[in-house]
């Protein structure tokens, strides 16, 4: 078994639905992670947790929410979204995070989940 | 802030050819430096990472990476690449809040 897994894999919405992406981590890790990858553009970061703290990326809109309700789960609650937010999302893990709520650990990814958004 | 360039954004290359992929980062005060890699359809994974010590860094499947501060460089190379080294490569370092930044990718195709 990985050792951090996302679903759905593959997710299709409107953009007046409401959806939730699931991250989970097996490996005993502190920390957890959202990451956008779009197409010819570098992984952007978008939330950090730490034992269940939240670090928040000022940059990421209100219309993306995520929740950590313990260290080993992470969700992305997604809420009227527009079609430039279709992306694959990628969920990490990592033992522990460093300051300012970034991590120099090694961080372990999941599949990721590929949103599209009409 | 930290900005991670790496020069190539499409290798073609044939097998038993040798590979270097470039990178570099603007903010100076890291020494951690990370290279991940994505093969076709699978996870995102660490290929290798600097922390300390000799900055010839050897990583899985006979990658190495030599950090050289003075240049701000971290560059990735194997001497004799395999088909099976068709993916993509991101170099990762932290920025002055110990986030990772994440350079663009070079997809790198090898062929048969």
């Known amino acids: 078994e990985t050792g951090v897994t996302q679903t759905p894999r593959h997710l299709v919405m409107g953009m007046t639905n409401k959806k939730s992406l699931k991250c989970e981590q097996h490996l005993g890790h502190n920390a957890m992670y959202w990451y956008k990858q779009s197409a010819k553009k570098p992984l952007e970061l978008m939330f950090v947790y730490s034992l269940e703290e939240r670090v928040e990326n000022n940059s990421v809109p209100s219309r993306f929410s995520p929740e950590c309700p313990n260290s080993s789960h992470l969700f992305l609650h997604l809420h009227t979204l527009q079609p430039e937010d279709s992306a694959l999302y990628l969920c990490a893990s990592s033992q522990d995070r460093g300051p300012g709520g970034g991590s120099t650990d090694t961080q372990y990814f999941g599949p990721g989940t590929r949103l599209t958004v009409l | 802030a930290q900005s991670v360039s790496q020069h190539n954004h499409h290798v073609i290359l044939s097998e038993a050819a040798s590979l270097e992929l470039g990178c570099n980062y603007s903010?100076?005060?890291?020494?951690?430096l990370f290279w991940y890699v994505q093969y076709p359809g699978q996870h995102l994974q660490l290929l290798l990472k600097?922390?300390?010590?000799?900055?010839l860094v050897k990583g899985i499947k006979g990658f190495e990476a030599e950090f050289i501060k003075s240049k701000f460089s971290f560059n990735l190379r194997k001497p004799s690449v395999q088909w099976s080294d068709t993916a993509e490569y991101f170099c990762?370092?932290?920025?002055?809040?110990?986030?990772?930044?994440f350079g663009a990718g070079t997809q790198v195709v090898v062929t048969p």
């Open positions: 903010y100076g005060g890291t020494v951690n």
């Open positions: 600097y922390f300390s010590g000799d900055p």
């Open positions: 990762a370092v932290p920025d002055s809040w110990g986030k990772l930044q």
